[in-house]
């Protein structure tokens, strides 16, 4: 019954994170083209503090469940290079999302995304595919105990860069068939 709980916690605080970041995605995006007043921003820091919480959860209820397998199987549960490679997926997934809450978010503040749109667009990418892809790993029972850690993290690795092209060519594409750059003053 504990794990089971623990479990669902865990695809709870994925649910939560990962809703809250698609749709702070899709408003950052429609808000492209001016700075950030103060209710947008107000939103941004209602985004992180949720989005932190939920990872937290995601981090102590992932940590629980490690521990529960290892009292249930011992050092066979430890083994699983999947579930290693998770971790990092999750420990690159909160070292991005720092970056973007301390980096990205403090210039969204100071100029509209247009004249910063390939280093967010970068940022953004990366952290949608390291929680969808976390996510994916979550549910990827087949592959317990039986692709390697480099195997999986090379996969990352590929929907990542997939990700981070396709961030590029959108924003690239929008602003040259139309789109007209703001300037900045000041």
Same mark, same amino acid.
């Given at each position: 019954? +504990?794990?089971?709980? $623990?479990?669902?916690?865990?695809?709870?605080?994925?649910?939560?994170?990962?809703? &809250?970041?698609?749709?702070?995605?899709?408003?950052?995006?429609?808000?492209?083209?001016?700075? $950030?007043?103060?209710? &947008?921003?107000?939103?941004?820091?209602?985004?992180?503090?949720?989005?932190? $919480?939920?990872?937290?959860? +995601?981090?102590?209820?992932?940590?629980? +469940?490690?521990?529960?397998?290892?009292?249930?199987?011992?050092?066979?549960?430890? +083994?699983?290079?999947?579930?290693?490679?998770?971790?990092?997926?999750?420990?690159?997934?909160?070292?991005?999302?720092?970056?973007?809450? &301390?980096?990205?978010?403090?210039?969204?503040?100071? /100029?509209?995304?247009?004249?910063? &749109?390939s280093r967010l667009a970068l940022l953004g990418a990366l952290s949608m595919s390291g929680w969808l892809f976390a996510a994916f790993l979550g549910v990827a029972r087949a592959w317990n105990h039986v692709l390697p850690y480099l195997y999986?993290?090379?996969?990352?690795?590929?929907?990542?860069?997939? /990700?981070? /092209?396709? /961030?590029?060519?959108?924003?690239?594409?929008?602003?040259?068939?139309?789109?007209?750059?703001?300037?900045?003053?000041?």
């Amino acid at each position: 019954m +504990l794990k089971m709980l $623990l479990v669902y916690g865990h695809l709870l605080a994925t649910c939560i994170a990962l809703g &809250r970041v698609l749709q702070a995605d899709h408003k950052l995006w429609s808000w492209r083209k001016e700075a $950030l007043d103060q209710a &947008r921003r107000e939103y941004l820091e209602e985004t992180q503090k949720i989005v932190t $919480l939920a990872l937290l959860a +995601l981090w102590g209820s992932g940590l629980l +469940l490690v521990l529960q397998g290892y009292l249930d199987e011992g050092v066979t549960y430890l +083994l699983n290079q999947k579930l290693w490679a998770k971790v990092t997926v999750v420990a690159l997934l909160s070292l991005n999302g720092a970056l973007l809450h &301390r980096i990205g978010f403090p210039l969204l503040q100071k /100029a509209p995304f247009v004249l910063l &749109r390939s280093r967010l667009a970068l940022l953004g990418a990366l952290s949608m595919s390291g929680w969808l892809f976390a996510a994916f790993l979550g549910v990827a029972r087949a592959w317990n105990h039986v692709l390697p850690y480099l195997y999986v993290m090379g996969a990352f690795a590929v929907f990542s860069l997939l /990700a981070c /092209a396709v /961030a590029l060519a959108v924003v690239s594409t929008v602003y040259s068939v139309g789109e007209k750059e703001p300037s900045v003053s000041g």
